[in-house]
């Protein structure tokens, strides 16, 4: 099938199983949230699909192909955190260009991208501010426009709100599903907070110790009686 594919997926840190036969599918272009409380295994497998953790059992694809052994650099993924950890000495045109640079995209063509970027995520103008000089949210935006800047095919958000205040939370968790319509981005949230997880997603797994216990679209199994 096109886009991932986790079959019996199972993560094992010594004695404890922390992702148990996990099976999910995420179609190209929609966004899937992960839900569970804290230390049920969402991290972990968002890791595993990253290639930063080693799976156990099971198997993770890419359009059908298995991605055991393929390195977190070959997967052609993108990963945003909480904590966005912007590169503090550069501005936010250089975060943004950053890994654009490094595949020597040229410096016309990038600093065409990162203002396309910026107007993606609010902040057109921001290019020359540092780090230091944003509030929270601004620094998740750059953040989010740093990951998306090299295209990835897929997108990797792990509690990327969970440290913003609550009203900051629900405006940029709207924003946020906006900015993944509109760039078309296929991604794979993981959160424990259920209002970012409906407010962002297509589609929804909730996780309980390592398992997946339910899971479905939002607009037909979550929205029914
Ligand atoms: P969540 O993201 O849902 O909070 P995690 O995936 O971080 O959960 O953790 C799932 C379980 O695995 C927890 O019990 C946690 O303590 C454990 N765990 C996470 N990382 C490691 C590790 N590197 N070594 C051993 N145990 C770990
Ligand atoms: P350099 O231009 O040497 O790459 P800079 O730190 O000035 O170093 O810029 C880093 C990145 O940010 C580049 O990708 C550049 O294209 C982009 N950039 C810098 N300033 C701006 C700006 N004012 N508007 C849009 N993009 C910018």
């Known amino acids: 099938m096109a886009g991932l594919s986790l079959d019996h997926v199972s993560v094992r840190y010594d004695d404890l199983l922390a992702v148990d036969d ?27 699909v990253a290639g930063l953790e080693p799976v156990s059992r099971g198997t993770i694809a890419w359009d059908g192909r298995d991605l055991g052994g393929v390195p ?16 503090a000495h550069l501005t936010v045109g250089g975060n943004i260009g950053y890994s654009l640079r490094l595949r020597r995209v040229g410096a016309i063509e990038r600093r065409r991208r990162v203002d396309e970027l910026l107007e993606l995520v609010g902040l057109t103008g921001y290019a020359d501010r540092l780090p230091a000089t944003l509030s929270g949210g601004e620094r998740q935006r750059v953040a989010l426009a ?22 900051l939370r629900t405006r940029l968790a709207l924003d946020l599903r906006q900015i993944l319509n509109v760039s078309g981005t296929t991604a794979l949230l993981v959160t424990h907070d259920h209002e970012e997880a409906f407010a962002v997603a297509d589609e929804m797994a909730v996780m309980r110790a390592g398992r997946v216990v339910q899971s479905g679209d939002l607009s037909t199994v979550w929205r029914a009686p």
């Open 72 to 87: 977190t650099h070959k997967r052609g993924f993108a990963l945003m955190f909480q904590d966005g950890q912007l590169f």
């Open 22 to 48: 996990v099976s999910l599918d995420l179609a190209p272009g929609r966004v899937l949230a992960v839900l569970g409380p804290s230390g049920c295994g969402k991290s972990t497998l968002l890791r595993a």
């Open 146 to 167: 740093r990951a998306l800047a090299v295209q990835p095919r897929l997108l990797l958000l792990d509690e990327p709100l969970s440290a913003l205040d609550a009203t």
